[in-house]
């Protein structure tokens, strides 16, 4: 049933794009994407599993192109810089469901105006100064493991577009679901169930979520007749 998962997540997945997967324990599934999609970026928050991803990498084809990063950092600190610069959020949190400041940063994604800076010139986005933010993103640079040549977006700056949601706990996803929805900055594209424990209630779900974009107003006005 794994398997079957896995082989469905990849098809939301571009070619090519850079993924952030949240909450991603050992790798797995960002590891399975790596093999197959050339570029993404992993990030984590168990120190533990550090042992268990470095072992998985040894085994990847050596032919892989892109670039693999592990991070041990907590995402509830600072959410949307794990967000800047992907193109696809790949999230399997804990059955409890998302921390309330990673719901709160996807919630409001859409009014985030962040565009990358020219080269030279200063960039849009606020200097970070809260220490405690600071020394989040020390702990995960100190602790990471890059794999392959480490790469740069061609928009470092840019939002994910696309919202993958793997859940283990039904009524948290639901909840999650609704906030999502509510917020007008995600649309539900698919939803797929699957049983990975036969003879049991308990189902895992795969929900890919799209960015909502308003529609520009073009401003014209219709002319009256007559």
């Known amino acids: 049933a ?8 990849h098809k939301y997945v571009p070619f090519g794009a850079s993924v952030a997967d949240l909450y991603a324990g ?3 599934i960002g590891l399975s994407l790596a093999a197959t999609k050339k570029c993404r970026q992993e990030w984590n928050i168990n120190k533990e599993s550090k042992p268990s991803f470095e072992k998985t990498v040894d085994r990847l ?5 892109g670039s693999i990063s592990w991070h ?4 509830s600190i600072d959410p949307l810089s794990w967000l800047v610069g992907s193109d696809v959020i790949v999230i399997d949190p804990p059955r409890k469901g998302l921390d309330t400041t990673l719901i709160d940063a996807l919630r409001t994604i859409s009014s985030h105006k962040v565009k990358p800076s020219l080269k030279g010139s200063p ?10 933010v600071l020394r989040e993103r020390e702990r995960a640079k100190e602790a990471s ?3 392959g040549r480490e790469t740069i977006s061609e928009d470092p700056q840019s939002l994910p577009e696309t919202l993958i949601y793997i859940s283990c706990g039904w009524e948290s996803f639901k909840e999650d679901c609704k906030s999502l929805l509510n917020s007008k ?4 594209e698919k939803a797929h169930g699957f049983n990975f424990f036969p003879g049991t209630q308990s189902i895992e ?21 007559g």
């Open 123 to 132: 960039s849009n986005i606020k200097e970070e100064k809260r220490p405690w």
């Open 61 to 65: 084809p050596k032919s892989i192109e």
């Open 185 to 188: 900055s995600w649309q539900l």
């Open 2 to 9: 794994f398997d079957n998962l896995l082989r469905k997540l």
């Open 26 to 28: 050992a790798g797995v």
């Open 145 to 147: 493991v890059q794999v």
């Open 205 to 225: 779900v795969l929900a890919v979520f799209k960015r909502s974009f308003k529609k520009k107003k073009t401003g014209k006005k219709k002319k009256k007749q």
């Open 72 to 75: 041990n950092a907590d995402t």
